[in-house]
Nanobody, 121 residues
Framework: QVQLVESGGGLVQAGGSLRLSCAAS????????MAWYRQAPGKQRELVAV???????DYEDSVKGRFTISRDNAKKTVYLQMNSLKPEDTADYYC???????????????WGKGTLVTVSS
């Protein structure tokens, strides 16, 4: 079994910063791409940032220049550094990873349970 556990969410004022972390655990052979998604109330879940196993990153347009995704493969952890936060960044943030488990297929998709980020104006 694989678990993804997010941490680092909370309440912050507009213009502030937060750093989210997501640690993977379980019978993991290799972690391929890792990503952060978010879902605001009444809206669909959207991709915020994605990082390949080699460290190539891509971002949703509204967060470019403000958010940075990174990963520590040894710790099986992905991070999302969020700066210059805006009220419209308020959402539940979910970790997602494509993981190759021992005895499993090359890639299977896993989700964390989410962490709430609230940005006050």
């Amino acid at each position: 079994q694989v678990q993804l556990v997010e941490s680092g969410g909370g309440l912050v004022q507009a213009g502030g910063s937060l750093r989210l972390s997501c640690a993977a655990s379980g019978s993991i052979r290799r972690i391929n791409a890792m990503a952060w998604y978010r879902q605001a109330p009444g809206k669909q879940r959207e991709l915020v940032a994605v990082i390949s196993s080699g460290g190539n990153a891509d971002y949703e347009d509204s967060v470019k220049g403000r958010f940075t995704i990174s990963r520590d493969n040894a710790k099986k952890t992905v991070y999302l550094q969020m700066n210059s936060l805006k009220p419209e960044d308020t959402a539940d943030y979910y970790c997602n990873a494509d993981i190759w488990t021992f005895g499993g297929p090359y890639g299977a998709n896993y989700w964390g349970k989410g962490t709430l980020v609230t940005v006050s104006s």
